[in-house]
């Protein structure tokens, strides 16, 4: 036999091997693309779970089991100030606030069970009010956004408000404005302390400390400045 009938006939040798390697390969990337979306939910699921629980705990401890009461920030909230400072609290104070920011949605939407929204979409609506809440992660159950649309859906409605305010038809306050980009703002920062595996070096730390302290001051500030005009 030549050597090239011998190439040939370890060719058609190797060629149902080589299938079964190939079908191998796509039943592999099949079982683990399936194994990603399961962890995914599993994921979700024990996320979504824990920021309850957490939620749950403090409304229950500091106002009673009313999530209004925490929305009306009534006396308990300075109890609740001294527990997110306390040295061996296993969370940030960001992550605890956040949680109960959280539960008083869900417990308002009555979304605890709803499939498709998860913490991530909560977190982007927590600075919204009411109504846009429940607008936008109705939407995000019925037609399944992505967290991505869900920010695209409210940089939209922002850039809409904003068209508004040009126009003359609905005049919206300035410093209402500003204090909600703010409150966005506090609440991706928070977010990236909390997903951060690696912290920041010595000399970022010093800065963001001093960075913080001056935005409490302006807070202060701006607090002391509009309780006065109430008053």
């Known amino acids: 036999m030549s050597s090239e009938q011998t190439v040939s006939s370890s060719a058609e040798v190797m060629r149902p091997f080589r299938a079964e390697i190939e ?50 920030r009534e006396p308990k909230e300075h109890s609740l100030r001294k527990l997110a400072r306390h040295p061996e ?15 008083e949605v869900c417990a308002r939407l009555g979304i605890h069970r709803w499939k498709n929204v998860c913490t991530s979409h909560i977190r982007v609506v927590l600075p919204l009010n009411h109504r846009e ?24 409605k922002e850039h809409q408000v904003d068209r508004i305010d040009r126009g003359g038809r609905r005049p919206v306050s300035q410093l209402r404005k500003a204090i909600q980009s703010m409150e966005r703002s506090v609440e991706k920062a928070a977010s990236v302390v909390d997903d951060e595996h690696c912290g920041p070096s010595p000399d970022s730390v010093r800065t963001i400390v001093a960075a913080l ?7 202060t500030r701006v607090e002391d400045q509009i309780g006065s005009t109430a008053g």
């Open 23 to 72: 079908i191998g390969s796509k039943a592999d990337d099949g079982r683990i693309e399936q194994a990603v979306v399961r962890l995914n939910a599993i994921c979700k699921m024990a996320t979504m779970d824990f920021a309850l629980a957490v939620g749950k705990l403090i409304i229950d401890v500091f106002y009673d089991g009313r999530p209004d009461a925490w929305r009306l």
């Open 133 to 156: 809440q429940e607008r936008l992660l109705a939407a995000v159950e019925t037609q399944g956004w992505s967290v991505r649309r869900l920010e695209e859906e409210v940089v939209a």
């Open 213 to 219: 302290e001056r935005i409490k001051q302006t807070c």
């Open 89 to 103: 609290l296993p969370m940030s104070a960001g992550a605890l606030y956040r949680s109960v920011a959280m539960y």
